[in-house]
């Protein structure tokens, strides 16, 4: 065995952008709600802003093509169109809690794909999550509402992939999956934008989504998943699923099903559980199987 844990500084600082970023991606589901485009205007547009944005923090660096950077920047475009269509079609809350199988779906992947270890607890937490992911299907669901919880659920293994791939990147840079990524957005999402005509308060909220809510939040996780394992960028922005459905109750008064809100709480008391077991039962979160 061989240890890749990363000097403690820049690990806690990695953590502190983690927890920075969950926040600023906590009000994607409350201002996608509130701009009137379909969604693959909204997530195409939102790419467009954001790009300049990015390419300010991106000025000097290369992109390489590797595959890596590729699968990154395939798993970022399918995340942010996935995800506002689910937004889109079913509660925000719905859409961000079963968004957040990824980390179960990290844990699947992080031991074949990145050589970080893939204990017995990670295979239970998947178990119980799956189990609460069926609750969310038990609640009265308009046609939309059904396919939303499925494509949120898509965005979930598209967020997991990408977070892989980013990891894959620490020791190149993750950043140029994220600007592929949104470079690819608006390439694929291109004939569904400009129409119709915009409010004033929809392109308000449309540049809040691209500078803050996407282009800061990936410049501070672009640098974090680099001093920290795949795993961890995706537990530490756990703060998101929270803030997500709070910030669209009290702005847009949308309640989720009851029984979307107990398989919420089994989703994440089964990753929080988990993220507990990955303290207290394993004292080496940072080592690597050896080659």
């Known amino acids: 065995m061989t240890s890749d844990a990363p000097p403690s500084r820049e690990r806690s600082r990695a953590v502190l952008y983690l927890v920075a970023t969950a926040v600023l991606w906590s009000f994607g589901g409350v201002l996608i709600k509130w701009v009137s485009w379909n969604p693959l205007a909204i997530a195409g547009t939102r790419s467009l802003i954001a790009l300049p944005f990015l390419l300010f923090f991106f000025p000097k660096r290369r992109i390489t093509g590797s595959a890596s950077q590729i699968g990154g920047a395939a798993g970022y475009a399918a995340t942010v169109i996935l995800f506002v269509s689910a937004t889109k079609l079913t509660t925000a809350a719905n859409a961000i809690l079963l968004q957040y199988m990824a980390p179960l779906f990290v844990a699947a992947g992080s031991g074949f794909f990145l050589g970080e270890r893939v204990r017995w607890f990670d295979w239970l937490s998947i178990l119980i999550a799956c189990g609460g992911m069926t609750l969310f299907f038990m609640d009265k669901l308009a046609a939309g509402g059904y396919w939303g919880n499925v494509i949120a659920i898509l965005s979930g293994v598209a967020f997991a992939t990408m977070i892989l791939f980013l990891r894959k990147e620490k020791d190149g840079d993750p950043l140029a999956s994220v600007v592929l990524g949104n470079a690819l957005t608006v390439l694929l999402c291109f004939p569904f934008m400009f129409h119709p005509p915009l409010r004033v308060s929809d392109w308000t909220g449309l540049v809040l989504l691209g500078i803050f809510q996407i282009g800061l939040s990936y410049v501070l996780y672009a640098e974090a998943i680099k001093h920290v394992t795949a795993l961890e960028g995706i537990l530490v922005p756990m703060i998101e699923p929270v803030l997500n459905p709070v910030w669209v109750f009290l702005l847009l008064d949308e309640h989720p099903g009851r029984f979307a ?16 077991a990955y303290i207290f039962l394993d004292r080496s979160p940072g080592r690597v199987n050896s080659p």
Do not use: D, Y
């Open 261 to 276: 809100l107990i398989g919420g709480a089994v989703v994440m008391a089964a990753i929080m559980a988990r993220s507990v």
